[in-house]
Structures are given as C-alpha cells and as structure tokens.
C-alpha cells in the first residue's frame, strides 16, 4: 500500500524546487495534493501534471487570507486535510546587518516565519476537530548554525524550529505531529536567481562548489528532502514530533575529516 494513500496534502511553493518534487512524491504515494505558490503558470502544470488527484491554489503566504484559502480549498475539495506543508520560501534580505533596515526585516519574516505560523494555526484548527494530522514546514541548517546563511534567514529559520518544537508540545495532545526539515546546499533555480545567476551551468556550478563542504560528497536535491518529508508524513514516524531534521550530507555536523585542520 502506498504510503499517503487516501490522505489530503497541502503544499506551499509547490511550482518548483523542493516544494514541487515533494507534491509529486506526494501524490505518487497516493495523497490528493493541493499545490499552492504565487508562480501561477508553474503550478497550474505541476497540478495538471499530477492528474484528478491535485488541484492548484494561487497563494502569496506572506497573506493570511491566502494561507486560510489554501486549507480551506483542501477541505472544500477533497474534504479533509492530513498535511500541511508550509516550504514556500526564498533568501530574503541580505547584505551587512549594519545596512539592514525595516522594511528588509519585515518582508524577509513574513516570508519566512509569519507564513509558517499561518499555517500552523489554520491547518491546526482543522486538525484538531477531525482528531490529527502532520503538520511540516522547511527551516534549514542555517537555523542551526550560524553562518550558513544571510543574518535575516538565519534568524527567521531559526524561529521555524523553535516554533515546531513549542507547536509540538500542544498540538500533540489533539494527535497532530509538527516536525520541520533543515536542508543543507540544494540548488534549485530560486537559489540560483538569488545569487544572480541562471542556468544548468550555474546550477552546476553552486553543485560542484557544495561537494566539498561536507562529508557527503555531492550537492542535496529537491527529491532528497522529498523523501525526507514523506518519512515524516507517513505513518512510519508516527512516534516522531518536535524533531529538525537535517537533510545536509553532514554539513551541519561539520567540515569534512580531510579539510580540518586538527585531525
């Protein structure tokens, strides 16, 4: 038996990068999906793509009234939600924290962080009455370790973990599971874009440099945290909450054993 099969899946940034290539597993793994992102063109094919089973919502998460609308077209389409997936994101402000202003910092949070708490309360409200569900968001390993990302990012990933770990401790005892995934180097076109670049070879070129900071040698891919998320939302870690789980190659671990200077 497929692992999601018969389940309802809500999946922020689902047009592409590792939001696509979990909505696709998803539904591979029999769940109905409900893809949401602001790339209209994009998600409309990754849900035509995935058949009866899958249906679009247009959805800026930095909205509430969008995040709402997302659960809401889940329940009024397939009638009931069993996950939710709040991924959509990007790099946000970046630069000098001496250079960083307001408006940077509010737009990077509602991004990164307010969105995420969109979706915990309005898929928990849902959840609660039909007695659980999973909910997953993306942090990342710059959320554990500084540095690994701009100031804000760092910051608002950060945030996503400890609110999957405080979200965990109520929203357990209505048999909701909250856990959050932490990526490591994945090259997805959006990363690519933020760093000024575009292309297979420059996407090639963010791989080969990723190779070498970690003990996996070769860059993450969307299907790697793919997998990872299904795990998670599967029965198969039914005893699993309040967990940040690297998906990294080891990189949050530490630099290889041949680059360190103390061996």
């Known amino acids: 038996m497929r692992r999601l099969e018969g389940r309802v899946a809500v999946v922020t940034g689902g ?39 899958a249906l679009f919502e247009r959805a800026d998460v930095t909205r509430e009234e969008d995040v709402a609308g997302l659960v809401a077209r889940a329940v009024e389409g397939f009638g ?4 939710m997936f709040n991924n959509a994101g990007a790099l946000g402000a970046r ?15 509602a991004l990164l ?32 370790c500084p540095g690994s990302g701009p100031h804000l990012y760092t910051t608002a990933k950060a945030a996503v973990i400890h609110l999957t770990r405080s979200a965990a401790l109520e929203l357990g005892e209505y048999g ?19 760093l000024g670049l575009e292309g297979e070879r420059a996407l090639e070129s963010i791989r080969r440099g990723m190779r070498e900071t970690q003990a996996i040698k070769r860059a993450g891919s969307p299907e790697d945290v793919a997998r990872a998320a299904l795990f ?32």
């Open 95 to 109: 630069g000098s924290l001496l250079e960083l202003g307001a408006a940077d910092f509010d737009r990077t949070m």
């Open 15 to 53: 047009a592409s990068g590792i939001g696509e290539a979990t909505a696709r597993l998803f539904a591979a793994e029999g769940a109905r999906v409900v893809v949401g992102d602001i790339q209209e063109e994009a998600g409309r094919d990754v849900a035509k793509s995935l058949g009866a089973g």
């Open 113 to 144: 962080f307010r969105s995420v708490f969109f979706g915990m309360v309005h898929a928990g409200r849902v959840m609660r009455e039909q007695g659980g569900g999973v909910i997953l968001s993306t942090s990342s390993i710059a959320g554990l």
């Open 176 to 194: 909701i599971r909250v856990n959050c995934l932490c990526p490591g180097g994945v090259p997805t076109p959006l990363v690519a874009g933020a």
């Open 80 to 83: 009931r939600l069993d996950v």
């Open 232 to 263: 998670l939302a599967s029965d198969e870690a039914e005893y699993i909450t309040g967990v940040a789980l690297p998906v990294d190659g080891g990189e949050s671990v530490g630099p290889p054993w041949s680059r360190q200077v103390l061996k």
